[in-house]
């Protein structure tokens, strides 16, 4: 499996931006997806996940309300659209993809990464 993540950019705080992260493999609808984040000197830490069906979600507290992740299995594709931007937002963002719907990092496939960057 390879993941392709895409979407990042440069915006203004209270912006959007849409990311997304194309995995090949007929078994996409089989695994749970997930988006990660690190910001420079900081360890990797959990944004969103979700289920295999795209029925069950979970967000780390600081994106709720804002940031939504969803997933299109025809496309083999998910995304993670991110509203009201913050500097804090500010990082480099990782898709996983994995058998569990977990908030570690115990994800067995994991993109490239695209970089997100919030001006204040």
């Known amino acids: 499996v390879q993941l392709q993540a895409s979407g990042g950019g440069l915006v203004q705080a209270g912006g959007s931006l849409r990311l997304s992260c194309a995995a090949s493999?007929?078994?996409?609808?089989?695994?749970?997806m997930a988006w990660f984040r690190q910001a420079p000197g900081r360890e990797r830490e959990f944004v969103a996940v979700?289920?295999?069906?795209?029925?069950?979600?979970a967000y780390t507290d600081s994106v709720k309300g804002r940031f939504t992740i969803s997933r299109d299995g025809a496309k083999n594709t998910v995304h993670l659209q991110m509203n009201l931007l913050k500097p804090e937002d500010t990082a480099v963002y990782y898709c996983?993809?994995?058998?569990?719907?977990?908030?570690?990092?115990?994800?067995?496939?994991w993109g490239q990464g695209t970089l997100v960057t919030v001006s204040s």
């Open positions: 996983a993809l994995g058998g569990v719907f977990t908030a570690t990092t115990l994800y067995d496939y």
């Open positions: 493999g007929r078994t996409f609808g089989t695994y749970v």
């Open positions: 979700i289920s295999q069906n795209g029925v069950r979600t």
